[in-house]
């Protein structure tokens, strides 16, 4: 029930690009899904969030798309330049307080390469 | 740098050693978190400080003995370690302890147990 399921676990893509990663959950209580972005020898930083309220957020070259119904949400990178290259985490956690309902999930995270 | 500092970043030792890891953010945030990162697992979330008070202690055994004592600092006390504890714990903070609210992570200790 506390799981986010991630994949895939690792994913090539030429430069220009469009990179997909995908995350399901099973909690429906979850109603705040963030993806961190970590780079080698450096700590997982926020990269996007969406709330459930909306189907899809935008950021630049990145795009959160949320499915409330099948209960999944995924990462679009798109244009993928070699600088993307790190491992993204999805993760999700509610909105209530209260015990650890209010920690964040992850996901076991996906290893991006994007080729020159 | 994300405010978060730890140190050391690299540590070896052996399982009837002591030692500590050190955590130290400039942010002003009132929560900080150790998580411990294995390969191929998500990160799990080891203990939760709000306000330097232990609001979450995901069954972690207690070769792993936390201490906050202010909300600036954090440590991780370590000894007699298993091999299997071998990992990179990372340290975060964030304004508020919930995940709603981003956490700022350090950059990581690398544990080695010999």
């Known amino acids: 029930q506390q799981q986010v399921k991630q994949s895939p676990q690792s994913l090539i893509v030429q430069k220009g690009g469009i990179s997909i990663i995908n995350c399901a959950y099973e909690?429906?209580?979850?109603?705040?899904f963030p993806w961190y972005q970590q780079f080698p020898g450096k700590g997982p930083a926020l990269l996007i969030a969406?709330?459930?309220?909306?189907s899809e957020k935008k950021e630049g070259r990145f795009t959160i798309s949320f499915n409330k119904s099948a209960k999944q949400f995924s990462l679009h990178i798109m244009d993928s330049q070699p600088g993307d290259s790190a491992t993204y985490f999805c993760?999700?956690?509610?909105?209530?307080?209260?015990?650890?309902?209010?920690?964040?999930?992850f996901g076991k995270g996906t290893k991006l390469s994007v080729k020159p | 740098e994300t405010g978060v500092t730890q140190t050391p970043r690299h540590l070896v030792m052996g399982m009837t050693n002591k030692k500590s890891l050190k955590c130290e953010q400039h942010?002003?945030?009132?929560?900080m978190y150790w998580y411990k990162q294995s390969a191929k697992k998500p990160l799990e979330l080891m203990f939760v400080?709000?306000?330097?008070?232990?609001?979450e202690n995901n069954s972690v055994p207690s070769r792993f003995s936390p201490e906050c004592p202010n909300s600036s600092h954090l440590f991780l006390h370590l000894h007699t370690l298993q091999p299997e504890d071998s990992a990179l714990y990372l340290c975060?903070?964030?304004?508020?302890?919930?995940?709603?609210?981003?956490?700022?992570f350090g950059p990581g200790t690398r544990l080695t147990v010999t």
């Open positions: 975060a903070s964030s304004q508020d302890a919930h995940g709603s609210y981003e956490q700022y």
């Open positions: 909690n429906t209580a979850f109603d705040y």
């Open positions: 969406i709330r459930p309220d909306v």
């Open positions: 993760a999700a956690s509610t909105l209530n307080y209260g015990g650890s309902q209010g920690n964040l999930i």
């Open positions: 942010l002003g945030h009132n929560a």
């Open positions: 400080y709000s306000l330097e008070e232990r609001v």
